[in-house]
């Protein structure tokens, strides 16, 4: 049966444990994103240059395999109790304070009389660690600015090739109508001209 206080160590990791995943997960997008953001604007180039049918549903089959690939990332990234004190220890410098607890927790249950107030003390010293400490305050993003740039390059470049079609075809509705309209001021000066004509001198 555990310890109560690694019960609440453990509790408390839990918190770290959530900031862990978005954590790593928005290092990994961020790593990672100008991969589908090159591979849409290349369909859209290539719908530029030879006739490809549902365009669209083609230029988001690679943001949809991306975001999958996140969920995958984030099934199979270690998130044993171990591991993510571990992280917690490297991100707050705790100087191995929990994930000591938790190894000593999992792989040696059973305390010598000599040790049990040495290991009670670490017990102690790594709950008032975690107490302490605030989870919003470990494992912030930081922002890969030439990465993001890069993405937002692409994805930019994406969304032109993608409004290119509809800017023209309003053009072409513009410059249509403004032909009729051309042509029935022609047709009506015509006309009135006509009328003119036909009164007699």
Same mark, same amino acid.
């Given at each position: 049966?555990?310890?109560?206080?690694?019960?609440?160590?453990?509790?408390?990791?839990?918190?770290?444990?959530?900031?862990?995943l978005?954590?790593?997960?928005?290092?990994?997008?961020?790593?990672?994103?100008?991969?589908?953001?090159?591979?849409?604007?290349?369909?859209?180039?290539?719908?530029?240059?030879?006739?490809?049918?549902?365009?669209?549903?083609?230029?988001?089959?690679?943001?949809?395999?991306?975001?999958?690939?996140?969920?995958?990332?984030?099934?199979?990234?270690?998130?044993?109790?171990?591991?993510?004190?571990?992280?917690?220890?490297?991100?707050?410098?705790l100087?191995?304070?929990?994930?000591?607890?938790i190894?000593?927790?999992?792989?040696?249950?059973?305390?010598?009389?000599?040790?049990?107030? #040495?290991?009670? /003390?670490?017990? $102690?010293?790594?709950? %008032?660690? =975690?107490?302490?400490a605030?989870?919003? &305050?470990?494992? *912030?993003?930081?922002?890969?600015?030439?990465?993001?740039?890069?993405?937002?390059?692409?994805?930019?470049?994406?969304?032109?090739?993608?409004?290119?079609? #509809?800017?023209? /075809?309003?053009? $072409?509705?513009?410059? %249509?109508? =403004?032909?009729?309209?051309?042509?029935? &001021?022609?047709? *009506?000066?015509?006309?009135?001209?006509?009328?003119?004509?036909?009164?007699?001198?």
């Amino acid at each position: 049966m555990r310890n109560k206080q690694v019960e609440q160590i453990l509790t408390l990791l839990r918190q770290f444990r959530r900031r862990m995943l978005a954590h790593d997960a928005l290092r990994w997008m961020q790593r990672y994103l100008w991969i589908p953001a090159l591979a849409m604007l290349a369909v859209q180039a290539a719908g530029r240059i030879w006739p490809v049918s549902d365009l669209l549903i083609y230029t988001l089959i690679p943001p949809a395999i991306f975001l999958m690939a996140v969920l995958i990332y984030l099934m199979v990234l270690p998130k044993s109790d171990l591991s993510v004190a571990w992280r917690v220890d490297q991100d707050l410098r705790l100087k191995e304070r929990v994930s000591s607890v938790i190894a000593f927790e999992s792989k040696a249950p059973h305390v010598t009389p000599e040790s049990a107030d #040495l290991f009670a /003390k670490q017990r $102690r010293d790594a709950l %008032e660690s =975690l107490k302490h400490a605030n989870p919003r &305050a470990s494992f *912030r993003f930081i922002p890969a600015r030439r990465r993001l740039l890069t993405a937002g390059v692409l994805i930019s470049a994406v969304i032109a090739l993608a409004l290119i079609p #509809l800017v023209c /075809k309003g053009l $072409r509705e513009l410059c %249509e109508g =403004l032909h009729l309209t051309r042509a029935a &001021a022609a047709w *009506r000066r015509s006309r009135l001209w006509a009328k003119i004509c036909s009164y007699p001198l």
